[in-house]
């Protein structure tokens, strides 16, 4: 789902981007699907547990659930396994240890614990969204072990805890999307349309969708869509959000695809037809782009064939005729040869290269110890141990009464100091503010609501009400505080909305001071490991396009080096590399364009952390003053050096537009790229000559 203005632009305009970024909700359709999973997910298994008379378990796997519902967003159910069981083990794991922490050490050295805990979950959640959903239900689960003492064991809790995330899993996985089950049996005529795409228009048999890939169709799908939008806005000012829009839907459907396997291939016909639609749209995507550089307006000819590509996905259909756009400019050019490589794709449907780059262990491990991954840890350490310290000193010194119960504070400044969930200062407004009136909402069902019975009923409506309120923190804090308060009321805890308001606010303040407090080393730790690693990316594959065969010759080569006889070492699409002499062409085409992905997915990433640091209050967003011209410019180096690509192959050899455009980004990158502290030496880039 894309941001969606709350307020009307003049009045978004003239707020603070602090204040408008907490204003901003998000749209899109209603997630049917998600809100029928909640509603079967926490409510029923804590009724079963209510029937079995094993309250304290339900609690724990009611939680679970509702964790593992927050972290249960559009995509495939293969990348769901990932997105779904990688935190819940991570909770699983932190619950076992804050149990057994919490019985058995002082407070002074759960403390130590718990501050150890956050530093390993910082530098892990520096990783990627995954990585970071797994530090979050660490610490959270953390929290709730020590914070929330039960009459059954640590493994128990631990088992409770994994069985309601896995029933949440298992409802994902098996249960259908609406209309995932309508197939396209319609017979595509022969002849129709006037070009020689049309050749293979026949009905294709056994066209029922299988549901288990609606994820991945509708992902795949949504990037010849996002083609044929870029085409369309080709010479207008829109061209640059719909290459956007192009990054982020190749990076979803990857991402639908590339989900946990038992082998190491796609087994299903479908899921192999599914794999090399996509491969098929990569040289479709580079030749938009080329065009969408190019600034030439394009005939609505030219975005038929790809929209006409997404119907044939979602329908599970053939393509029908395709067609042909003029052949008149290199990139247009490209464009055909790229559709009719499509046509063939889907009428063989024998699997394709999703050319990712994976990534080993020492590159996990220097993401965790680099300067983003240490700034996070301390950040989230430091938090965390301080709110778990003062916690259970308001406990011991019984500020909350008879309550038993201490793992509030924590576990909300959990959720409070992530970077990556939001600005700081738009976190902390909206948890305070979601708090309050889910607190206040609750004093009211509890009033008036009958025990157990409405009070289980009350959980099974805040898990639907979960997948709908993502689009705004305030909302999911609102509907999460409910659903909390409703779950420990159920466990026996009496009604303490007044004390959590108060445990909210606290934490809050806690979460503002530690994140103003100075770290060592620069700050703006996260962004400048983005911009590092987009940068590197970028010039990787520069380097590749101009290394490429088609400039070996020496003839026509701007940089006039010759490469004859050496031997490049290329990428390979599947994480490592081999020495090739002379490459075959489809190799070298396969590299760069996994190269490709890398450099759009890493500046997607970027991008995202500098306009969470620019929503920061001004003494946190100084710090990454200038990063977005950085990430601009890498961007338009990144989209000529696509550009190069297609004119290469198409003439090898560079326009001089071309050739001035790439020397005068990568002088303009090596003037502002120092403001950030990026490595220092040559642009990412051979030298150009023009």
């Not at 009724?47 to 559009?74: E, K, Y």
């Not at 979601?434 to 509890?446: D, E």
């Not at 700050?523 to 380097?543: I, P, S």
């Amino acid at each position: 789902m894309s941001p969606r203005p709350s307020l009307p632009v003049r009045v978004r305009a003239a707020l603070p981007p602090w204040l408008a970024h907490a204003l901003r909700a998000q749209g899109g359709p209603v997630p049917w699907s998600a809100v029928v999973r909640g509603a079967l997910a926490a409510g029923p298994l804590l009724l079963v547990a209510v029937l079995l008379d094993r309250v304290s378990l339900g609690v724990v796997a009611a939680v679970a659930a509702m964790l593992a519902g927050i972290n249960d967003r559009p995509g495939s159910r293969r990348a769901s396994v990932r997105r779904l069981g990688a935190p819940a083990l991570a909770g699983a794991a932190g619950l076992l240890v804050g149990t057994y922490a919490g019985e058995h050490v002082g407070a002074v050295a759960l403390t130590f614990v718990f501050t150890g805990l956050g530093l390993l979950a910082g530098g892990i959640s520096a990783i990627g969204p995954v990585a970071s959903g797994a530090g979050t239900q660490l610490l959270v689960a953390a929290a709730i072990g020590a914070g929330m003492p039960l009459p059954d064991s640590g493994w128990m809790r631990a088992l409770a805890f994994l069985a309601g995330a896995g029933w949440l899993l298992l409802l994902r996985l098996v249960l259908p999307t609406p209309g995932a089950l309508a197939g396209d049996f319609r017979r595509v005529p022969r002849g129709e349309g006037d070009s020689r795409h049309g050749r293979r228009g026949a009905f294709r048999p056994g066209s029922r969708l299988d549901f288990r890939f609606d994820g991945e169709r509708a992902a795949v799908a949504d990037v010849y869509d996002a083609v044929a939008e870029l085409l369309d806005a080709t010479g207008t000012e829109d061209a640059l959000a719909r290459r956007a829009a192009l990054t982020a839907a190749l990076d979803h459907a990857q991402d639908s695809l590339a989900g946990p396997r038992l082998r190491r291939y796609a087994s299903s016909a479908a899921e192999r037809r599914l794999h090399a639609q996509y491969a098929a749209a990569l040289p479709l995507a580079e030749a938009a782009t080329a065009l969408a550089w190019a600034g030439e307006p394009l005939s609505e000819r030219a975005s038929e064939g790809p929209r006409r590509l997404a119907a044939a996905v979602r329908g599970n259909a053939s393509t029908g005729p395709l067609p042909a756009p003029s052949r008149s400019a290199p990139g247009l050019r490209a464009l055909d040869d790229a559709l009719l490589r499509a046509a063939d794709a889907f009428d063989q449907g024998g699997g394709g290269d999703l050319h990712t780059r994976r990534r080993g262990a020492r590159d996990l491990l220097r993401t965790v110890f680099g300067v983003g991954g240490r700034e996070y840890g301390m950040r989230v350490a430091l938090c965390f141990g301080a709110s778990a310290a003062i916690a259970q000193g308001l406990y011991h010194s019984h500020w909350y009464g008879q309550h038993t119960h201490w793992y509030w504070l924590p576990a909300t400044a959990v959720f409070l100091v992530k970077p990556d969930l939001g600005p700081l200062v738009s976190r902390v407004l909206c948890r305070a503010a979601g708090t309050v009136l889910g607190a206040l909402l609750f004093a009211g069902f509890a009033a008036v609501l009958p025990r157990p019975e409405g009070l289980v009923a009350l959980v099974a409506l805040c898990g639907a009400l979960i997948p709908v309120s993502t689009r705004h923190f305030a909302a999911q804090t609102s509907v999460v505080t409910v659903l909390v308060l409703a779950l420990v009321m159920v466990g026996g805890e009496p009604q303490v909305s007044v004390s959590r308001i108060a445990e909210t606010l606290l934490a809050c303040a806690i979460a503002l001071i530690v994140g103003h407090l100075p770290m060592p080393g620069e700050r703006g730790g996260r962004v400048q490991a983005r911009l590092t690693a987009a940068a590197t990316a970028a010039h990787a594959y520069l380097v590749h396009v101009l290394d490429g065969p088609d400039t070996r010759d020496g003839v026509n080569n701007p940089y006039g080096t010759d490469h004859s006889g050496d031997a490049r070492t290329l990428p390979s699409t599947g994480g490592t590399g081999s020495a090739l002499q002379a490459p075959d062409r489809s190799d070298v085409r396969a590299a760069r364009w996994t190269l490709r992905r890398e450099a759009y997915r890493t500046l997607a990433e970027a991008r995202t952390a500098i306009a969470l640091s620019a929503a920061e209050l001004p003494a946190l967003a100084r710090h990454t003053e200038g990063a977005d011209a950085i990430a601009a410019l890498l961007e338009r180096l990144v989209d000529t050096t696509t550009a190069c690509a297609v004119h290469l192959d198409e003439t090898g050899s560079l326009s001089s537009r071309q050739s001035g455009q790439l020397a005068e980004l990568l002088q303009e990158l090596s003037e502002h790229r120092d403001r950030l502290g990026l490595p220092a030496g040559d642009p990412p880039g051979p030298a150009v000559a023009v």
